[in-house]
């Protein structure tokens, strides 16, 4: 089983890679919904639960905030807190130790960083949360696991570059072009 979950989580790399070179909100959301199922399926096929189950959530969150950002809106509050009540009791009901409070956590922030509707926050929230699963990655020893994160940081630190120093440059050069 362990080879296997390795496996997902190749595939999962690859639809991240799509989801974090995009330059919209919309596309980096709907890339991201493969991501997690297939990185929430690794953690399975591990017997790691919680990961699992809150990664696997997010999934929801993700497709209802996707529903949102193409008709042009941003869900209310109280849908955010619902989702964040939610990721909570996943997390009381399938608590396995202390261990579990990387997942959860990661899972919380990605959940109110996707919420929000800035990009560049998104890319650095998205940072934070690749070191707190790299930690957990190491702990639980999941190898293929640690190479993503370090990719995605990689990417992270490449779609900031691209969409927000560089960009800004530009604006400086030439404030006519937007």
Known sequence: MFILSQIFVIFAL?????????????????????????YAISFALQGLWVAFATI???????????????KGEKP????????????????????????????????LLLMW??????AKVLRIMVLIASTSMIIYNI????????????????LQIIAFVRYDILKKESLIKNPHKK
């Open 139 to 154: 702990l639980v020893l999941n190898y293929m696991g640690i190479i993503v994160e370090f990719f995605i940081q990689i």
């Open 76 to 107: 209310n509050f109280c849908i955010l807190m619902m989702f964040l009540f939610i990721l909570l009791l996943i997390n009381y009901l399938s608590w396995g130790g202390i261990l579990d409070l990387l997942p959860t956590g990661t899972s």
């Open 56 to 70: 696997l959530f997010s999934v929801v969150s993700t497709i209802v905030f996707y529903r949102f950002e193409r």
């Open 14 to 38: 690859i639809a991240f890679v799509f989801s974090m070179l995009s330059k919209q909100k919309e596309n980096i959301l709907y890339y991201r919904i493969p991501f997690i199922v297939l």
């Open 113 to 118: 960083t996707f919420w929000q509707n800035n």
